[in-house]
């Protein structure tokens, strides 16, 4: 099952799922996006799988959209347009299954949501983590859905609104993440955790999983959002600052 972008393979009853693009810290593309979608609804379809770790490949979780992408606007729409049935990150939350993010080095932006997305967040003592859309002209259309519930609505405006990077100490802190271990632990730590939700049973997880889950809707607000964003000149300017390494020139 394993792709160009996604490495895939299943540990006793938990599945693997690595972003694989270290040369690019893990950025997020539509070809990505898709893949990690359909190698999802193979583990949704597989009742030998009880668990699942999302990590990244090569050190880094995933440090956001890549806007180097000609399909990234295409990409950060299709994933809030619930009506269209391609949402790789609607797909992840609603997972039949308790998913685990292993996170390691960068989780920003749009892989920090993914993070996000996941039910357990568990961290090396490497990672770093920020909400940096606003710094690219666009915005955090899932964690405006989720991380108030997370860490508060005062923290969330706080991370929303100022960018600012995080490491795993703070964001164990503000509850953002469930726990820190040693850098070399990580997967061993994550795949210890997955073991043990095997002992309960799959119905009454999955029911559990929907009842916690049941106010995380917003996706017609968000998808507004972004329409508005993409159709002014921020998104283009902050992603062209961003390729050429200089500060942005915002049209407000």
């Given at each position: 099952m394993s792709g160009k972008n996604i490495l895939y393979e299943k540990n006793n009853s938990t599945a693997i799922i690595q972003f694989n693009r270290p040369e690019k810290k893990n950025a997020l593309s539509l070809e990505l996006m898709d893949e990690l979608r359909g190698v999802l609804e193979t583990v949704e379809n597989d009742d030998s799988i009880r668990s699942v770790v999302l990590a990244g490949a090569g050190g880094n979780f995933s440090s956001g959209a890549d806007l180097s992408d000609p399909h990234s606007l295409q990409m950060m729409e299709q994933q809030i347009d619930a009506s269209s049935g391609k949402s790789t990150m609607i797909k992840l939350i609603d997972l039949n299954k308790p998913t685990i993010a292993?996170?390691?080095?960068?989780?920003?932006?749009?892989?920090?949501?993914?993070?996000?997305?996941?039910?357990?967040?568990?961290?090396?003592?490497?990672?770093?983590?920020?909400?940096?859309?606003?710094?690219?002209?666009?915005?955090?259309?899932?964690?405006?859905?989720?991380?108030?519930?997370?860490?508060?609505?005062?923290?969330?405006?706080?991370?929303?609104?100022?960018?600012?990077?995080?490491?795993?100490?703070?964001?164990?802190?503000?509850?953002?993440?469930?726990?820190?271990?040693?850098?070399?632990?990580?997967?061993?730590?994550?795949?210890?955790?997955?073991?043990?939700m095997k002992n309960a049973a799959p119905l009454a997880t999955k029911l559990t999983k929907e009842a916690i889950n049941r106010r995380l809707d917003g996706y017609e607000i968000s998808l507004k959002a972004f329409k508005e964003i993409a159709a002014g000149e921020d998104l283009m300017e902050g992603a062209m600052a961003f390729l050429e390494k200089r500060p942005p020139k915002w049209s407000q």
């Open positions: 292993a996170v390691d080095g960068y989780a920003l932006g749009h892989g920090l949501e993914c993070a996000l997305m996941c039910d357990i967040i568990i961290a090396s003592d490497k990672a770093e983590f920020g909400f940096i859309g606003p710094l690219r002209g666009s915005i955090c259309p899932y964690a405006n859905i989720r991380l108030a519930d997370e860490v508060g609505r005062a923290k969330a405006k706080e991370l929303l609104f100022t960018c600012d990077r995080i490491s795993a100490e703070e964001a164990l802190k503000i509850r953002l993440i469930n726990r820190i271990v040693p850098h070399e632990k990580l997967m061993e730590e994550a795949l210890e955790f997955a073991g043990r």
